[in-house]
């Protein structure tokens, strides 16, 4: 099923960012570059996915770039300069990082839709989604050391806990491309489809997840991340762990009785095993 009613949230210029049954979708939109991206492109992004997150009719997010040849090649060259890559304002930074943790930090199911290249820092973002749906012309891998740079961080270590050390080290050492079956095989996807199929397929997983307990999936996520990011991830599921408590009357009793300036009554609540 395509869905036919995308409508635009808000418009951008490196970006298209839609909505529609409760599924967003934010396409890098640079066609020309491979959706390379600029400073300029992952701002946009961050913004997007601060409004997808924040937007309470939306439960999945799609993430995709314009096009079938690219999903996307990752830092725009033209524009790295000393220290990171450099927008309008000329100041050199990397900001992708902050993308990357805001896609593992949205409680809701962020799903990486390739059609062709996921290269370099393109690579990482498919890799930070929580689900990635490949057409059969995609390819993956990364290429810092060959073009002089490296992502140390979740490029290579949440590699590594996806698809092993080893092949994430082969990855990385050699800079290769692999096929959409290639990544299949090494469980660096989720499932590979015909490249006609490949927004159907995404719109039909998203459904699914649509269909399935909004807290559940919330937890889930953050227990994922709880697992990888150490203290910053327990963070996150501790504080998806108060959301649940605020709505309990054991909670509302604290809260109440402060404003009623009166001792606490937890007596009626149960101490389960
Ligand atoms: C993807 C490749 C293999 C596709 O090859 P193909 O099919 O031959 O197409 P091309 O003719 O090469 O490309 C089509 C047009 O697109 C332009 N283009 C492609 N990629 C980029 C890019 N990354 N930047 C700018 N332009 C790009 C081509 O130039 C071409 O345009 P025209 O026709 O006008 O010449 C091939 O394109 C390829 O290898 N691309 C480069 C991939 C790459 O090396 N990406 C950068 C890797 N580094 C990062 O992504 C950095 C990430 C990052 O920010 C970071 C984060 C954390 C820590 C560190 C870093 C860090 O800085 O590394």
New binding site residues.
């Given amino acids: 099923m395509v869905l036919s009613n995308w409508q635009t949230v808000h418009k951008y210029q490196d970006i298209l960012f839609e909505k529609a049954e409760g599924i967003a979708k934010i396409t890098i939109n640079r066609p ?3 959706n ?2 600029r400073p300029e492109t992952v701002s946009e992004l961050i913004d997007a996915f601060t409004r997808a997150r924040d937007d309470a009719e939306i439960g999945v997010i799609l993430f995709t770039g314009k096009g079938e ?2 999903f996307c ?6 524009v ?1 300069g000393h220290g ?2 450099v927008g309008d304002d000329n100041v050199p930074r ?1 900001n ?2 902050e993308l ?1 943790r805001l896609i593992r930090s949205i409680p809701k199911a962020v799903i990486a839709v390739v059609a062709g ?1 996921a ?6 973002l498919h890799l930070v989604c929580d689900l990635t749906i490949a057409a059969d012309n995609a ?1 993956f ?4 050391p ?8 979740y ?1 290579a270590t949440l590699l590594a806990r996806t698809i092993g050390t080893k092949k994430a080290k082969e990855i990385w050492y050699l800079c290769r ?1 692999y096929s959409a079956q290639e990544a299949l095989d090494m469980g660096l996807v989720n499932t590979v489809v015909p490249l006609d199929q490949l927004e159907e397929t995404a719109i039909q997983w998203a459904k699914e997840i649509l269909e399935k307990s909004p807290i559940a999936i919330r937890f889930l996520k953050m227990a994922f991340n709880a697992d990888t990011d150490g203290l910053a991830g327990l963070q996150m599921l501790a504080g998806d762990a108060t959301m649940l408590y605020y709505m309990t009357e054991e909670a509302r009793e604290g809260k109440n009785a402060f404003l009623e300036k009166r001792k606490p009554d937890f007596s009626k609540f149960p101490r389960l095993p």
Avoid: N, P
Wanted: hydrophobic share 30%; glycine share 26%; net charge positive.
């Fill in positions: 020309e570059v491979h390379s991206f040849k690219a090649a990752g830092g725009d060259q033209r790295r990171g890559y990397l992708v990082l990357q290249y290269i370099g820092g393109g690579h990482v390819r891998g990364q290429t810092g060959k073009v002089g740079s490296f992502d140390a961080g490029g491309q």
